[in-house]
């Protein structure tokens, strides 16, 4: 009977993606239009754009600067954001401040950047990070500053002061929405590579997909869009994923209080 | 063991100042079990912050063992009513139970007979790795208490601790209370609203009054140590006490205020 | 570091003041008072101007690259009075209303539709699971390709990713339906549009009004982006223009006009939904977002 239940699930899964494939490859199947070639072609050119070699020399270093600029994101965001959180008056006066740096596109920042930092890797990974690390500074510091009543009174109590007190309470209580930032952080990092590299780069997935519609190479154009798709994607379940073990307890615990 | 002399606490409001708690004095002696009841709002839970160095008071002073109290000292332990919300919820019940251990630096084998001992003397022996959402209510209390009996500390603090579970639970509960007390002869001040649960439980009782409050009385409860839900509570002698408190606190509400009376024990 | 606040904690001390409050001979501590919220606020952000002024006459920040607050405000209010800059800011909002809108209805039809059937959320589930997170800047080079530099760019990134933000806050909120209430609906004999129209669009509202002012974030975002990047008419389209001139007073300006657009955007969209929500009894527990 489980088995049935799980041939069951993999069906939803499958079922309505597999639909609009077959869909989309019979519909587009004869297709001249120049621009929207028949999925069959692009499936075809997938594996002959995409070799191993591409994959290295483009895909690779588009991944480790947005690993780079996330990365840099997340500890500057954490640091400040526990920081600023923590302080009633710092919070106040920088509240509006960072509002309104978090109200501009983030895109927006890849020209300014680029007066300071060039084109070069650095000015990606800066990009990356200046537009990341708003989300992740702003949800730390309403996490921290959400830090229940009742919770830091026994903490105090207990004498969990200084650096324990950060450990063992703020940081775990904050997590949720410091991770509610993170994913939102990874969106805007994934728009940020793109573009940044869009913009001015030698290499990247970015500067690819815009190489080959300017060449017009389009079912390879195509792929690319596909691979950014699923790449995209990739990285979601791959957050979702670290989330969910990270955060046990915090889905466990709300599972908890909606059942009762 | 715990003086209390003069506390006073006025809020800073925006339009005005609310004194909530005008003048307390009064003094827990070592091993006693006391009970703090009085009407609501008379500032029990600011008189209980205050003691456990949570709350600055505005003038008045608290000493524990003679030391005055400026923040929370490492020999008291809360516990408090809102057991869901003082749990650590990221953490197993073994680890909340340890975590203060951890912070007097207390080495790993002695903090683990601690956690073990505590745990199995509120009768949760068996649930250590278990997160506290996943238990009932009575069982994040106990965690709680089993956490401040872990502490090992000199005066144990309870804020209503017992209001937000059920009837049955709150009975097993109390005659935990004072199979611990008795047991472990630790100090005990709880606080509670209800006055059935003060007279069952304490030796003596601190009626407050109504805002800005004042010790209305100190009764002294004459029941026989050893008590039981069935027993104690038919016997005439609680009825006559509890009749007492209930008659003491329709006073404090209609504003009777004691006769002067400076540091009556 | 702790912020100890001492405010008043459930001690329900609103006993009226007795006559005798006045103080005595044990007179409370002088309190220093707080300054309020907003004054430090404004004080940030005086702060910031202040240090955008400083910088660039440090050897930290060449002026080339960061003018001081001073010609930046100059230029700011040369923009207003220039017409070419009202028509770019006519054509972001035009796109970014155009596409809200779209985005804002399919994903309230196709979010009630599919919430409010099971067979269809089952089905449909993986779909959204796996098109959702696709950068809607995956799609920059096909709406090269298809619309040009035209509104048309802009749109198709903006909807598209703006309908996403809508259509999983509604599922959200259809899912978060009473069934009780959903049942008792059903036993007075409510057919589905009824109950639709009564009970799941109540209590889905709050979560539309977090989709929408979500999406109209968003939609600012790709509508600059798009404007940005492939060059479609708008506030994007001008700052590329001024970056690659090297205006970079004028660019620093119209950075700052969209940083207020982003703002004013979302002060209106979380005045709206504290409006709609202002009557109605919202049951769900915090939905961090």
């Given at each position: 009977m489980r088995a049935a239940g799980v041939l069951k699930r993999a069906g939803l899964v499958v079922a309505l993606p597999a639909v609009l494939l077959v869909v989309w490859w019979f519909s587009s199947a004869g297709s001249t239009s120049f621009y929207a070639p028949p999925l069959s072609k692009i499936l075809g050119t997938f594996a002959e754009t995409w070799t191993v070699e591409r994959l290295r020399a483009d895909v690779l270093p588009s991944l480790l600067r947005l690993a780079a600029g996330y990365a840099v994101a997340v500890l500057v965001g954490v640091a400040l954001g526990v920081l600023v959180g923590s302080i009633r008056t710092v919070r106040a006066t920088l509240e509006p401040v960072l509002e309104f740096f978090r109200a501009i596109p983030p895109p927006v920042l890849v020209p300014i950047i680029m007066l300071f930092a060039g084109i070069e890797n650095t000015m990606k990974i800066v990009v990356i990070a200046a537009g990341?690390?708003?989300?992740?500074?702003?949800?730390?510091?309403?996490?921290?500053?959400?830090?229940?009543?009742?919770?830091?009174?026994?903490?105090?109590?207990?004498?969990?002061?200084?650096?324990?007190?950060?450990?063992?309470?703020?940081?775990?209580?904050?997590?949720?929405?410091?991770?509610?930032?993170?994913?939102?952080?990874?969106?805007?990092?994934?728009?940020?590579?793109?573009?940044s590299e869009m913009f001015a780069a030698s290499n990247g997935l970015g500067f690819t997909i815009v190489q080959f519609q300017r060449t017009f190479a389009i079912p390879q154009m195509w792929t690319g869009i596909l691979l950014l798709g699923l790449l995209g994607f990739a990285l979601s379940v791959l957050f979702r994923f670290v989330e969910m073990r990270a955060l046990a307890w915090y889905h466990g615990l709300r599972q908890a209080q909606r059942s009762s | 063991m715990l003086d209390v002399q003069g506390l006073r606490k006025v809020y800073d409001g925006r339009q005005r100042q609310v004194e909530a708690v005008r003048d307390l004095t009064f003094t827990i002696d070592d091993g006693d079990l006391v009970c703090l009841v009085g009407p609501s709002g008379c500032g029990k839970t600011t008189l209980l912050k205050c003691m456990a160095g949570l709350l600055p008071p505005t003038s008045g002073e608290v000493r524990l063992r003679g030391r005055p109290v400026t923040g929370p000292p490492p020999g008291m332990a809360v516990v408090f009513q809102e057991y869901g919300r003082s749990l650590f919820p990221w953490m197993s019940v073994r680890d909340?139970?340890?975590?203060?251990?951890?912070?007097?630096?207390?080495?790993?084998?002695?903090?683990?007979?601690?956690?073990?001992?505590?745990?199995?003397?509120?009768?949760?022996?068996?649930?250590?790795?278990?997160?506290?959402?996943?238990?009932s209510g009575g069982m994040q209390q106990r965690v709680a208490i089993a956490r401040a009996v872990a502490y090992q500390p000199d005066?144990?603090?309870?804020?209503?601790?017992?209001?937000?579970?059920?009837?049955?639970?709150?009975?097993?509960?109390?005659?935990?209370?004072?199979?611990?007390?008795?047991?472990?002869?630790?100090?005990?001040?709880?606080?509670?609203?209800?006055?059935?649960?003060?007279?069952?439980?304490?030796?003596?009782?601190?009626?407050?009054?109504?805002?800005?409050?004042?010790?209305?009385?100190?009764?002294?409860?004459?029941?026989?140590?050893?008590?039981?839900?069935?027993?104690?509570?038919?016997?005439?002698?609680?009825?006559?006490?509890?009749?007492?408190?209930?008659?003491?606190?329709?006073?404090?509400?209609?504003?009777?205020?004691?006769?002067?009376?400076?540091?009556?024990? | 570091m702790t912020a100890v606040d001492n405010t008043p904690v459930g001690a329900g001390?609103?006993?009226?003041?007795?006559?005798?409050?006045?103080?005595?001979?044990?007179?409370?501590?002088?309190?220093?008072?707080?300054?309020?919220?907003?004054?430090?606020?404004?004080?940030?952000?005086?702060?910031?101007?202040?240090?955008?002024?400083?910088?660039?006459?440090?050897?930290?920040?060449?002026?080339?690259?960061?003018?001081?607050?001073?010609?930046?405000?100059?230029?700011?209010?040369?923009?207003?009075?220039?017409?070419?800059?009202?028509?770019?800011?006519?054509?972001?909002?035009?796109?970014?209303?155009?596409?809200?809108?779209?985005?804002?209805?399919?994903?309230?039809?196709?979010?009630?539709?599919?919430?409010?059937?099971?067979?269809?959320?089952?089905?449909?589930?993986?779909?959204?699971?796996?098109?959702?997170?696709?950068?809607?800047?995956?799609?920059?080079?096909?709406?090269?390709?298809?619309?040009?530099?035209?509104?048309?760019?802009?749109?198709?990134?903006?909807?598209?990713?703006?309908?996403?933000?809508?259509?999983?806050?509604?599922?959200?909120?259809?899912?978060?339906?009473?069934?009780?209430?959903?049942?008792?609906?059903?036993?007075?004999?409510?057919?589905?549009?009824?109950?639709?129209?009564?009970?799941?669009?109540?209590?889905?509202?709050?979560?539309?009004?977090?989709?929408?002012?979500l999406a109209a974030a968003v939609a600012l975002v790709l509508a600059i982006t798009a404007e940005l990047v492939i060059g479609a008419p708008g506030l994007g389209n001008r700052i590329a223009v001024a970056q690659t001139s090297g205006a970079v007073d004028l660019m620093y300006a119209l950075v700052v006009v969209t940083g207020l657009l982003g703002v004013g955007i979302n002060l209106i969209a979380r005045a709206v939904e504290r409006r709609a929500l202002s009557w109605h009894q919202s049951m769900r527990g915090e939905v961090i977002v």
């Open positions: 990341c690390v708003w989300p992740i500074l702003l949800n730390t510091v309403e996490g921290v500053r959400a830090t229940d009543e009742v919770l830091s009174d026994t903490a105090r109590s207990y004498g969990l002061t200084g650096p324990a007190r950060l450990r063992h309470l703020v940081l775990p209580a904050a997590s949720p929405q410091i991770a509610a930032g993170m994913r939102q952080a990874l969106s805007i990092g994934i728009i940020l590579m793109v573009i | 909340n139970v340890e975590l203060p251990l951890r912070q007097k630096r207390i080495a790993r084998g002695k903090r683990r007979e601690l956690v073990d001992e505590a745990l199995a003397a509120v009768g949760l022996a068996d649930t250590h790795n278990a997160y506290p959402w996943q238990l005066v144990l603090l309870m804020d209503e601790p017992f209001a937000a579970v059920d009837a049955q639970t709150r009975a097993d509960l109390e005659d935990l209370i004072r199979q611990l007390w008795q047991r472990l002869g630790v100090t005990i001040l709880f606080v509670t609203h209800d006055i059935d649960e003060a007279v069952y439980l304490g030796q003596r009782v601190l009626i407050l009054s109504s805002s800005p409050t004042v010790v209305q009385e100190s009764l002294r409860i004459d029941l026989p140590d050893t008590r039981d839900q069935l027993h104690t509570r038919a016997e005439p002698r609680f009825t006559q006490l509890r009749g007492h408190v209930y008659e003491q606190i329709q006073a404090a509400k209609r504003g009777q205020r004691p006769p002067a009376q400076a540091g009556r024990p | 001390s609103a006993g009226p003041d007795r006559g005798t409050s006045a103080p005595s001979h044990r007179a409370a501590p002088t309190r220093r008072r707080r300054p309020p919220t907003a004054l430090l606020g404004v004080a940030g952000l005086v702060g910031l101007l202040v240090l955008v002024q400083i910088l660039p006459s440090t050897p930290l920040v060449s002026s080339r690259y960061l003018p001081p607050a001073t010609e930046i405000l100059a230029a700011l209010v040369e923009l207003l009075g220039d017409g070419a800059f009202w028509s770019a800011l006519g054509d972001t909002l035009t796109g970014w209303a155009i596409g809200l809108a779209v985005a804002v209805t399919a994903g309230i039809v196709l979010g009630v539709l599919i919430g409010s059937v099971p067979a269809l959320r089952a089905v449909t589930a993986s779909t959204i699971e796996f098109l959702r997170p696709i950068p809607s800047v995956a799609l920059i080079p096909l709406a090269v390709l298809l619309y040009g530099t035209g509104l048309e760019s802009t749109l198709l990134l903006v909807v598209y990713a703006a309908f996403w933000q809508v259509l999983v806050q509604v599922l959200y909120g259809v899912q978060d339906v009473d069934p009780v209430a959903d049942e008792t609906a059903r036993s007075y004999g409510l057919g589905r549009w009824a109950r639709i129209r009564h009970v799941i669009w109540p209590t889905s509202l709050p979560y539309v009004m977090t989709g929408v002012r």
